[in-house]
């Protein structure tokens, strides 16, 4: 079979491929404590599986229209009303199996050929990847350690040119746990807007969030009627595998979105979205109860990474990573990530596998239990110091 030549464009994830990896050394008998994958370690909550239990048993298992159902898209749009502030309503909308899709119905709706996209470098891997499979030019910037791995507005307004079509942003952020500022926010509404290109803003952690409260493009003044909003229930609920996602965007990017939809997928399963319904206004308490115990494991995780020679790492704002800084040991984050699943049995991803610009990182996901947190990184240690430091060499 001789492939089309755009299958040459797209990447993978590397944490599936990791997961694949550890997964054979476990049924080799291995105790592997898996770091790796972004998945909240808590059960769906109960209310919502009961929710879906029932529709089911009402019959809500046939086709549902390719947008959505309408009492969803209600209920996202009054969320995202009173979390972002901004009028939106159900037309507004678009249901899908999962966030994954409306990041690239997106890009093949509003990109084609010799059209720029900005992306965040260290950043998702699926950004780039359908970047270059809807044949636009992938334009990264570096996030930088020295700034919180936030965009630094003059390496972002660098880059920006007539061509640029779309900025993606992605605050909390998947791998660093970075968070953009309200200053932040305003500075790049200012540069979308005097340069005219849209932002597709990826808020899928926006409920994962420490000692702060979450900021969206979407509020500042001027910017909802260019702003593409990607939510989903995956991380907040705890419901990756349920897929359920939307997107909040002008009605004629909705429009295209969905017969994209009914191109397809032809429509989002409606039992999951009629749970997806008893998620948001449901009790809440699941979430906060979630978020209090990543807060504990990511203090316990920053502070014992920061107590082994040669690792440092700053404290996350958002999200459940952390991205260790490691490049005193003078070793690719992919070799030293390696080697840390085979002689400590501890399965994470190195920095490269977000990027170029996540070189000398490694990320780490705490979605996993305090006690094999704690033993992971008790088995880090153990095989780390016995690496040569570069720091103290000569």
Not at 112 to 118: A, F, K, M, P, S
Not at 179 to 201: N, P, Q, R
Not at 354 to 379: D, P, Q
Request: aromatic share 8%; with cysteine; charged share 20%.
């Amino acid at each position: 079979m001789q492939f089309a030549d755009r299958m040459n464009q797209l990447g993978t994830e590397s944490a599936f491929e990791v997961l694949a990896k550890a997964k054979q050394l476990e049924a080799q008998g291995r105790n592997i404590i898996h770091l790796e994958i972004g998945q909240p370690d808590f059960k769906t909550p109960g209310h919502i599986c009961e929710a879906a239990y029932k529709a089911m048993c009402d019959g809500h298992t046939g086709y549902g229209p390719s947008a959505g159902l309408m009492e969803f898209r209600e209920v996202a749009a009054e969320y995202v009303c009173r979390t972002r502030g901004v009028p939106v309503s159900a037309e507004h909308v678009v249901v899908t199996p999962g966030a994954k899709p409306i990041i690239f119905f997106a890009l093949l709706a509003c990109c084609q050929d010799g059209d720029e996209v900005i992306y965040p470098d260290p950043g998702f891997p699926t950004y780039e990847s359908v970047i270059r499979f809807v044949g636009a030019r992938p334009v990264p910037v570096p996030l930088r350690e020295s700034f919180e791995f936030r965009f630094r507005m003059a390496d972002l307004a660098q880059v920006v040119s007539d061509r640029t079509k779309l900025l993606i942003l992605n605050s909390p952020q998947n791998p660093t746990g970075g968070v953009l500022t309200e200053e932040d926010l305003t500075a790049i509404a200012k540069l979308a807007m005097k340069h005219d290109f849209f932002v597709l803003s990826d808020e899928v952690y926006s409920q994962i969030l420490y000692d702060r409260e979450h900021r969206s493009i979407m509020s500042v003044p001027g910017m909802s009627e260019r702003t593409i909003l990607i939510e989903g229930h995956s991380k907040t609920y705890s419901m990756t595998g349920w897929r359920l996602g939307y997107g909040v965007m002008p009605v004629p990017i909705a429009e295209a979105i969905t017969l994209l939809m009914i191109n397809s997928n032809s429509c989002t399963s409606t039992f999951t979205q009629i749970a997806g319904i008893e998620a948001l206004r449901g009790s809440q308490e699941p979430v906060e109860k979630m978020v209090t115990e990543f807060h504990l494991r990511r203090d316990t995780v920053v502070a014992e990474l920061n107590a082994i020679p040669g690792v440092s790492c700053l404290k996350p704002s958002g999200a459940f990573y952390v991205f260790p800084n490691i490049t005193a040991f003078g070793m690719p984050s992919g070799q030293l990530a390696d080697l840390l699943l085979d002689q400590a049995d501890v399965a994470l991803l190195p920095g490269t596998a977000f990027g170029k610009h996540g070189e000398g990182y490694l990320r780490i996901s705490y979605a996993n239990s305090m006690e094999n947190l704690v033993e992971a990184i008790t088995r880090m240690r153990q095989v780390l110091s016995r690496l040569d430091i570069r720091e103290n060499r000569g």
